[in-house]
C-alpha cells in the first residue's frame, strides 16, 4: 500500500523558511521521480518542483530560486527547502511520485504539510 506522508509545514513569518519532508512508502522509491505541489485556498492544486530518481531538481518559474528539492532514497524520502517564505506561498503542500517527464500524480495524495506564511 502507497502511503506519501509530508511533514514540516506551520506558520512562519515573511522572510523565513521551512524545510518539508515527505516519506514514501509502498513502492520502490529510488526508481521514481517525485514532486512537490501545492494548494492555496480556493485554488487548484499546482506543481512545485521534480526531482529525478538522479537527484536533478526542476522548479516552477513563480518559485525557482527560492526553492531547492532533494531525496534521500535510502530513507525514501524527498524534501523541499523553501526560503523567503511569502504570503502567497500560504497552502497545503504535497508530494508524489509521477511518471518520466510528466506531473500528473501516480499515486492518491497524503495528507499534505500545510505551510502559512504571516506577521
Known amino acids: 500500500q502507497v502511503q506519501l506522508v509530508e511533514s514540516g509545514g506551520g506558520l512562519v513569518q515573511p522572510g523565513g523558511s521551512l524545510r518539508l519532508s515527505c516519506a514514501a512508502s509502498?513502492?520502490?522509491?529510488?526508481?521514481?521521480?517525485m514532486c512537490w505541489y501545492r494548494q492555496a485556498p480556493g485554488k487548484e492544486r499546482e506543481w512545485v518542483a521534480t526531482?529525478?530518481?538522479?537527484?536533478?531538481?526542476n522548479y516552477a518559474d513563480s518559485l525557482k530560486g527560492r526553492i531547492t528539492i532533494s531525496r534521500d532514497n535510502r530513507k525514501s524520502t524527498v524534501v523541499l527547502q523553501i526560503d523567503n517564505l511569502k504570503p502567497e506561498d500560504t497552502a497545503v503542500y504535497y508530494c508524489?511520485?509521477?511518471?518520466?517527464?510528466?506531473?500528473?500524480?501516480?499515486?492518491?495524495w497524503g495528507q499534505g504539510t500545510q505551510v502559512t506564511v504571516s506577521s
Open positions: 526531482i529525478s530518481a538522479g537527484g536533478r531538481g
Open positions: 508524489n511520485a509521477v511518471a518520466g517527464v510528466s506531473t500528473t500524480p501516480l499515486y492518491s
Open positions: 509502498g513502492f520502490f522509491f529510488s526508481t521514481r521521480v
